[in-house]
């Protein structure tokens, strides 16, 4: 069963509604750290695998979003994102699996190692791509593609009340597990926070479910994309718009919800990396297999890790792993990026960090 939210509030199927292609519940593994103190675990949510196609946490959001673009007739949909955007590369793949056009408007990022791989995807899927920034009016960028083009447009990170819906039902998920034995409940979740989406679904969807789990936001985007304002008006619009679709949904859930803000991680700017941030990725390999990287995933496992050396984290610690662990599409043989990729894209091959 996946639609836990769904089947406790059958209100809500009606008004929001989702097309499934997440492969749920994700699993959860354990790992025993070693300290001088003592054994700490540490579990991992592997929302890497939330697809056999692409994974990570934006495929919990673009269920219901993909959902709604359909039922309005959409022949298209265009997102926003930097030019590595696991988002905007999420959106592309699932767009391209259900016959929808892709639109997505990139703007610049300090260069990463990931980036080749993810505009070879874009490439490999026929993702309409648009350079913005850099002194372009985006207005007008914006009404030349997507004007008279019957097109749905995702906001940034699919981070909107009905994306975080999809993380409410994520955290309904999680009690599932825990009340069907698959581990006890954590005393913190850590994950990493970007455009809020995901964790605002998330708190209001641990509260709903009665967990006490605190839940650790590390903040990995400049202030003006999470802050607590934003957070506080995303919790509250969710939760007011499910509880008018079925008045069963508990009016005051964003009240009763709580985050924990970690900002101490950010590593002095959005996709910048410092040894702490390096040091945590080591530490997710060595120690929980997993393959992370350094704009989101790192510094979320940096905020535990820290909390774990100065023994201040709980008995139980989850990581909720936000990264795709699938392998991403590539061109066709004898089509080179750089010849089919619009120019302003060409220095990302360059220039990788």
Not at 16 to 44: C, D, M, N
Not at 92 to 121: E, M, R, S, Y
Not at 238 to 261: G, N
Not at 313 to 320: H, I, K
């Amino acid at each position: 069963m996946s639609d836990h939210l769904g089947n406790a509030y059958p209100g809500l199927a009606r008004h929001v509604r989702k097309r499934s292609f997440a492969s749920l519940p994700t699993p959860v593994s354990r790992h025993g750290i070693e300290y001088a103190s003592g054994t700490q675990t540490v579990l991992v949510k592997h929302d890497d695998r939330t697809s056999p196609i692409y994974g990570g946490n934006k495929v919990r959001k673009l269920e219901y979003i993909f959902q709604r673009a359909k039922d309005r007739g959409a022949e298209r949909v265009a997102t926003f994102g930097t030019v590595g955007s696991n988002h905007a590369l999420a959106t592309a793949i699932f767009a391209k699996q259900f016959g929808l056009g892709c639109t997505c408007f990139l703007a610049h990022q300090k260069p990463t190692a990931n980036i080749p791989a993810v505009l070879d995807a874009h490439l490999a899927l026929g993702t309409e791509l648009v350079r913005v920034g850099g002194g372009v009016n985006r207005l007008e960028v914006y009404r030349r593609y997507l004007q008279n083009r019957r097109t749905w447009v995702i906001p940034l990170g699919g981070s909107c009340w009905l994306g975080a819906v999809g993380f409410v039902n994520a955290g309904m998920e999680l009690a599932a597990q825990i009340e069907a034995g698959e581990l006890e409940t954590p005393d913190r979740i850590y994950i990493a926070n970007g455009t809020m989406g995901s964790v605002a679904g998330l708190a209001l969807g641990l509260a709903l479910a009665g967990l006490p789990t605190q839940l650790h936001a590390v903040r990995v985007t400049d202030p003006r994309y999470a802050n607590r304002e934003g957070m506080s008006r995303l919790m509250s619009k969710t939760a007011t718009l499910l509880h008018r679709f079925d008045p069963t949904f508990p009016a005051d859930l964003a009240a009763r919800s709580s985050i924990v803000w970690r900002d101490d991680f950010f590593a002095g700017g959005y996709a910048q990396a410092d040894e702490v941030t390096r040091r945590a990725v080591d530490f997710a390999k060595g120690n929980l297999d997993l393959t992370i990287e350094t704009t989101y995933t790192g510094k979320a496992i940096a905020a535990l890790l820290h909390d774990l050396e100065n023994g201040s984290a709980g008995r139980s610690n989850l990581f909720w792993n936000t990264f795709n662990s699938r392998p991403l599409p590539t061109p066709k043989t004898g089509v080179h990026s750089l010849q089919a990729l619009p120019e302003s894209f060409e220095r990302y091959y360059e220039t990788t960090a």
